[in-house]
């Protein structure tokens, strides 16, 4: 399976958990008097619709290459997670503003069931979040890492609900707003973490020079094609789930102009091989005079 149907796979497996989620915690909030139950459902919703335009984001980002975008949709995925954190902010706006207005407002105790509900979301959501961080570390994909932190987040705010439940459930009258405070605070967290995600995929769409690891395996494997005596300057931009690579080779400068045209396809070859998520490879000879 390739990466883009890897990262598509698990984005169903994204919405499918949390239209389930998004419901359950409706009802469980709705029936056992806790709002910060209601929030947490109200960002498994909003989980829903940024799963949705990731998905959209991974089909449209499998068009091949064309005329007018030669190395090909990849671009869209950052864009995406912009529209993926815009739903975050807006969901932990959303939440604080009703946490507010319920903390002035007095409401009954939540229902102390609501506490086993939670305990098996906060599992759930903390599994989800493990096997989707594990693709996006496998597809390099970072609107599946914004997707991971969907989940992350929902476990974070699920367990600041539990804290606030306990709170008011075992003090009693008086505590009722405990689980609003809760979800006040699970608010600044999504802010929080709405920065972590978009900060590397602006530094995408600007290309920022960011992939050392990568910079050294490419530098690496370049050494092992005949021929190939160094390399010079390397030059790493990121689209979708590809690494389209600027490479200056050097080689033996008294060859002939055809010798060093056959070294930079076999290079550019071997480092399709050796390295798959790379997409377009640019390879530019220089002569190694010493």
């Keep these: 399976m390739g990466i883009e149907q890897t990262a598509i796979k698990t984005t169903y497996f994204s919405i499918i958990g949390n239209i389930c989620l998004a419901l359950i915690k409706g009802f469980a909030g709705f029936f056992g008097n806790s709002y910060a139950l209601i929030a947490d459902a109200i960002e498994s919703t909003t989980d829903i619709f940024s799963s949705t335009l990731v998905l959209l984001g991974f089909k449209y980002a499998e068009r091949p290459a064309d005329e007018n975008h030669p190395y090909g949709h990849g671009k869209i995925e950052p864009i995406i997670t912009f529209l993926v954190v815009a739903f975050l902010v807006i969901s932990a706006t959303v939440i604080a503003y009703e946490s507010i207005e319920n903390i002035q407002t007095p409401h009954k105790v939540p229902k102390a069931w609501t506490l086993i ?39 974070i705010t699920s367990i600041m609900a539990f804290i606030g439940i ?12 405990a689980d609003d405070w809760a979800a006040l605070m699970a608010s600044g967290f999504i802010l929080y973490n709405s920065y972590l995600i978009l900060r590397p995929a602006l530094g995408e769409i600007m290309d920022e020079q960011r992939y050392d690891e990568l910079l050294e395996e490419i530098r690496k494997k370049s050494l092992e094609v005949p021929g190939v005596t160094g390399t010079e300057k390397c030059f790493i931009r990121k689209a979708g789930m590809k690494f389209h690579i600027d490479l200056h080779a050097m080689v033996d400068g008294t060859i002939s102009v055809t010798k060093g045209h056959d070294i930079a396809h076999l290079l550019k070859d071997h480092l399709h091989h050796e390295i798959p998520n790379l997409g377009h490879i640019l390879i530019h000879i220089e002569p190694d005079d010493l």
């Design 117 to 155: 509900v939670l305990g098996l979301i906060i599992v759930w959501k903390e599994i989800s979040y493990r096997v989707v961080i594990k693709k996006s570390k496998e597809t390099q994909s970072t609107s599946l890492k914004a997707d991971a932190w969907h989940h992350r987040s929902d476990a």
């Design 166 to 177: 306990s709170i008011a459930v075992i003090l009693g009258k008086g505590y009722e707003t």
